[in-house]
């Protein structure tokens, strides 16, 4: 594995962002591991974040695009973290919009926050993660109603790799197929438990044997067939 994956793992096991218990998705489903990037709460974590996601965007779809959307909510400083780290390191200056939950009917009026989307952008969607690919199917329609804009791909941090919920494919592979783009992630859960598994961390062990036997069981309920 790269030193760049093993990396953002345990920085994800720092920021208290990746978690392991017993957790219900908003896909009803129950899991043993819970990923959420809102608890990314500082400067340096948000700074850092950023970079990772840059470095994968620019790996999976180069920089030939315009626009990096952050569905609302938790896909707004995701949006603007990374849009800051493609200038940085890239030298390249992509426009960052994301969508409110409700119209705004006054001041700077609409759904969009950040840029506004014209035709022939090109855009690069970014979230935190897809269990089910039930937030594209919020997400897509939005986009499309605002102008004629080309969808290069979704970026997400973690690859759950389990099925979505119309078929016995991954959630990214159907999102491939739907809509006709790519979806890839900075990480799979094969990456966190090859890194994670049986090994000392701080002092601990982040999966053991009974952590690993859960997690196992959730992927032959749920996992890619």
Not at 4 to 28: H, P
Request: proline residues 2%; aromatic residues 10%.
């Amino acid at each position: 594995m790269e030193n760049y994956k093993k990396e953002f793992i345990e920085f994800m096991v720092d920021s208290q962002v990746l978690k392991f218990g017993d957790f219900t998705l908003k896909s009803g489903r129950k899991s043993p591991f819970f990923m959420n990037a809102g608890a990314y709460v500082t400067g340096a974590q948000l700074r850092r974040l950023g970079e990772y996601y840059a470095r994968a965007i620019h790996d999976h779809y180069g920089l030939n695009f315009d626009v990096l959307f952050g569905p609302a909510y938790k896909g707004i400083p995701l949006a603007v973290a990374a849009t800051m780290a493609i200038s940085e390191l890239y030298g390249k200056e992509v426009r960052y919009c994301s969508n409110r939950k409700e119209v705004k009917d006054h001041g700077d009026t609409g759904i969009l926050l950040g840029s506004k989307l014209k035709d022939g952008d090109r855009v690069v969607i970014i979230e935190d993660v897809t269990t089910s690919g039930k937030s594209i199917e919020e997400t897509f329609p939005i986009l499309k109603a605002q102008a004629d804009v080309k969808i290069v791909g979704l970026m997400v941090s973690l690859n759950r790799m389990e099925r979505g919920l119309e078929s016995t494919k991954s959630a990214l592979d159907e999102i491939r197929e739907k809509y006709g783009f790519e979806a890839n992630a900075i990480v799979t859960m094969e990456d966190v438990v090859e890194c994670l598994y049986n090994k000392p961390y701080k002092g601990s062990i982040c999966i053991d044997d009974a952590l690993k036997a859960s997690i196992d069981e959730y992927y032959e309920q749920y996992g890619v067939k």
